[in-house]
């Protein structure tokens, strides 16, 4: 039997708009501690090597500081890692993986997959069909891996970049049957895939699965932040999941129509651990004057202090304004003023485009009198 690791899609280098300075430094520095947490892992577990199933790095334009820091990582983790070039990060004129910084600083346990089989552990064989350029790979491609892997005596690791089924928003670039036919008719023991950022196990007898991404990059990845230790011998394979990540990207949805509300969910939100590394979407709904929409707007910016960044889901759009009077009062609003206001807030009452509108230009009107009090 041979024990190894299978990570994939590290895509070191990469930034988020929604982050900025210590926050995106830390979310960048996560990335290379992944490194070094699956390094331990894999020494804990008596890993013989760790695959990387494709994009480990953002891009072919990474800094050399982003390279350095991975390759260091990979060295003194101690164990061999083969990666496999992705979609991100294809084998292509200009690849990050042909570098001078790459070449020069690239450490003897670190080794770029391509389609010739190498023994990885005794008796146990990887091959990988790498991205070239921003074209996926094709059957014909998948194949020959597959078959100069069986030509090998011992157990066979085929590892692959792309979508094996249509995500919402990425299109088919590796076919199942691609996948189905290297186990059925080439003897290939496991199938390491990379590109979908979710643990997934795609129904091949277990044989087939994406690790998921080392560490979260958006909310919709429903299990990321894993890596796969995988038990394979010719009579069988057994898979389980070990976390890696830390980082979180948390979506919450609250009902607001009173300042008790309001401060009920911040205390809430104030309990959610590893706040620092975690970015929360938030959707703000319910009914309120413009005082207690500055009241949410506040206790937001006071949480963007604990959490590495707060997004709005669609602003608050959700959120009515209505101006009662006792709100159009506090503001001592007179003549005119006072007329819009009650005007507005009629308006604001109703459905629609204009309510929206009227909504927001009653916020405008309670800001400027707030200012000149």
Partial sequence: MVRFLHSSDWQLGMTRHFLAGEAQ??????????????????????????????????????????????????????????L???????????????????????????????????????????????????????????????????????????????????????????????????????????????????TTDIGCGGRAWYSGTPEPTDYDELDPGKALVVDLDPGGCAVRAVQVGRWRFVERALEISSSEELRAAVAELDRLPERRRTVLRLRIRGTGGPELLGEVEQAIEELKESFAAI??????????????????????????????AEELDVLASGDGEEAAIAGEALVLLYRLARGSG
């Fill in 25 to 82: 430094a830390t979310f960048g520095a996560a990335r290379i501690e992944a490194i070094e947490t699956i390094g331990r892992i894999a020494r804990d577990e008596g890993a013989a090597f760790v695959v990387v199933a494709g994009d480990v790095f953002e891009t072919n334009l990474v800094g050399a500081d982003v390279v350095t820091r991975a390759l260091d990582a990979m060295r003194d983790a101690g164990v061999p890692f083969y």
């Fill in 84 to 198: 496999l070039p992705g979609n991100h990060d294809p084998l292509a004129p200009g690849s990050v993986y042909e570098s001078e910084r790459f070449q020069k600083r690239k450490p003897g346990n670190v080794h770029v997959l391509g389609p010739q089989p190498v023994e990885a552990a005794p008796g146990t064989w990887l091959a990988g069909v790498p991205w070239r350029s921003k074209q996926a790979p094709g059957g014909g491609e998948v194949a020959a891996a597959a078959a100069a892997l069986a030509a090998r005596e011992g157990t066979r690791v085929l590892v692959l970049h792309g979508q094996v089924e249509r995500g919402p928003e990425a299109a088919v670039t590796l076919e199942r049957t691609w996948v189905e036919a290297a186990l059925r008719e080439h003897g290939i023991g496991y199938v390491a895939l990379g590109d979908r950022h979710s």
């Fill in 311 to 340: 997004e709005p889901w669609e602003r608050y759009s959700a959120f009515v304004v209505r101006a009662d009077g006792e709100g159009i009062a506090s503001l001592g609003l007179t003549g005119y003023a006072a007329a819009a």
